[in-house]
């Protein structure tokens, strides 16, 4: 009489859901790829650069992942309830939170107008606070989850005709530290990525005085690229940076370099 023994596989190991906030371009897009590489599902968000959403999400899905775009001005807070319902509709979860968006204005303070501060607050910092408050109760929820939000260099050491930008990106990293304060006993993790200059449209319509000038200040004499950028955010977002949390990560060419 034959057996047959019947073969038990163990599940595959859990897709993780991310949300990559500003996915239309350059950094934002380099990172949503980058988590795809980990064959993760990604919702990449824009506001109004409908064609660069589908060409991030396009290259995701090139990369190994899975990527469902989604439209949502992140200072709105009805228009972040809504891509988190529809997120949760899709997949189910949100573990892992990368809030990239963010705008800048220049003007020097005198001359700056209360419009221009709000919607550079507004969007940089608001945004990130409303996505990292819907994301935390998913989270929560999983008992797992890396949040990760972008600053920037000016937020460290301010800059020039950017006390707007400067103010909010300074902001993230308060929102950093309290939140990982409040979130680590549930296994989740929030940090920040502070990159100096990267070469992306923003550089390229540097004039070149700006541009001779800034580079001037780099001690590694060039400015980053989005995909180096993407490689810290990625690991941050990874399980292998389980032990970390409240930090900032300066990816500046070594601009912030103390002397003595």
């Known amino acids: 009489m034959e057996t047959t023994e019947r073969q038990e596989t163990s599940p595959g190991p859990t897709v993780r859901t991310?949300?990559?906030?500003?996915?239309?371009?350059?950094?934002?897009?380099?990172?949503?790829?980058?988590?795809?590489?980990?064959?993760?599902?990604?919702g990449v968000?824009?506001?109004?650069?409908?064609?660069?959403?589908?060409?991030?999400?396009?290259?995701?899905?090139e990369a190994g992942g899975e990527a469902l775009v989604v439209q949502a001005d992140v200072s709105d807070s009805a228009a972040v309830a809504t891509m988190f319902e529809r997120l949760t509709e899709e997949w189910g979860a949100l573990e892992i939170l990368v809030n990239n968006a963010g705008l800048g204005d220049p003007q020097y303070l005198a001359f700056m107008t209360e419009a221009q501060?709000?919607?550079?607050v507004d969007v940089s910092l608001t945004g990130a606070w409303l996505c990292s408050k819907h994301a935390?109760?998913?989270?929560?929820?999983?008992?797992?989850?890396?949040?990760?939000?972008?600053?920037?260099?000016?937020?460290?050491?301010?800059?020039?005709?950017?006390?707007?930008?400067?103010?909010?990106?300074?902001?993230?990293?308060?929102?950093?530290?309290?939140?990982?304060?409040e979130l680590a006993r549930y296994g989740i993790t929030v940090n920040a990525v502070a990159p100096g200059p990267i070469e992306t449209g923003w550089t390229e319509d540097l004039p070149a005085a700006r541009r001779e000038g800034l580079l001037e200040r780099i001690?590694?004499?060039?400015?980053?690229?989005?995909?180096?950028?993407?490689?810290?955010?990625?690991w941050l977002c990874s399980e292998a940076a389980s032990y970390i949390t409240g930090q900032t990560v300066g990816l500046d060419g070594g601009m912030q370099m103390k002397s003595g």
Not at 219 to 234: S, T
Request: glycine residues 12%; positive net charge.
């Open 136 to 181: 935390a109760k998913l989270m929560i929820r999983a008992r797992w989850g890396r949040i990760v939000n972008m600053s920037s260099v000016a937020g460290l050491a301010g800059d020039m005709m950017a006390t707007n930008y400067a103010a909010a990106k300074a902001g993230l990293l308060g929102l950093t530290k309290a939140s990982a304060r």
């Open 18 to 42: 991310a949300l990559v906030t500003g996915a239309s371009r350059g950094i934002g897009r380099a990172i949503a790829v980058r988590l795809g590489q980990e064959r993760l599902r990604v």
């Open 45 to 61: 968000n824009f506001s109004q650069d409908s064609a660069g959403a589908e060409a991030t999400a396009h290259a995701v899905t």
């Open 219 to 234: 001690p590694l004499g060039r400015f980053g690229q989005p995909d180096e950028v993407a490689e810290v955010v990625g």
């Open 117 to 120: 501060w709000r919607r550079v």
